[in-house]
C-alpha cells in the first residue's frame, strides 16, 4: 500500500510560500519581480551619476541604500499595479519596512 507522494512544483511551493490563489498568480507576481529587477538595473547607474557618485566605494553604497534602494520599493508597487498583483505587493512592502523597523528597535535596547 505505498501511496507515491506527489512532488511540488517550485511555483507551487512559491504559491503556498505567499499564499497566493493561482499559479497564473504566481508567474504575474515573479514577472513583477522580473520587471522591478530590470528596471533598477538600467536606472542605478544614471541615478548615481546625477548625484555624482564614483562607482564602488563608500559612498556609492551609502546612495544605494539610500535612492535606489527605496526606489526598488517605489516600484515595486508600480509594477505591482500594473500587473494586477498590488495588494500582494502592498503587503509585502509592510513586511519588509516591519522588518526593518524591528532592526532598528533591536538595536535601542542594545
Known amino acids: 500500500m505505498s501511496e507515491e507522494i506527489q512532488k511540488k512544483s517550485y511555483l507551487q511551493k512559491?504559491?503556498?510560500?505567499?499564499n497566493l490563489d493561482s499559479l497564473r498568480q504566481?508567474?504575474?507576481?515573479?514577472?513583477?519581480?522580473?520587471?522591478?529587477?530590470?528596471?533598477?538595473?538600467f536606472?542605478?547607474?544614471?541615478?548615481?551619476?546625477?548625484?555624482?557618485?564614483?562607482?564602488?566605494?563608500?559612498?556609492?553604497?551609502?546612495?544605494?541604500l539610500l535612492l535606489v534602494l527605496p526606489l526598488y520599493q517605489i516600484l515595486l508597487l508600480i509594477y505591482g499595479f500594473?500587473?494586477?498583483q498590488f495588494k500582494f505587493f502592498w503587503e509585502w512592502e509592510k513586511k519588509t519596512f516591519g522588518r526593518i523597523a524591528g532592526l532598528f528597535k533591536k538595536r535601542q535596547k542594545d
Open 43 to 64: 536606472i542605478k547607474q544614471p541615478v548615481l551619476d546625477f548625484f555624482g557618485v564614483e562607482k564602488g566605494g563608500f559612498v556609492n553604497t551609502v546612495f544605494y
Open 14 to 18: 512559491l504559491q503556498d510560500k505567499w
Open 82 to 84: 500594473i500587473f494586477g
Open 26 to 41: 504566481v508567474i504575474m507576481v515573479l514577472i513583477v519581480f522580473a520587471f522591478t529587477g530590470t528596471t533598477i538595473l
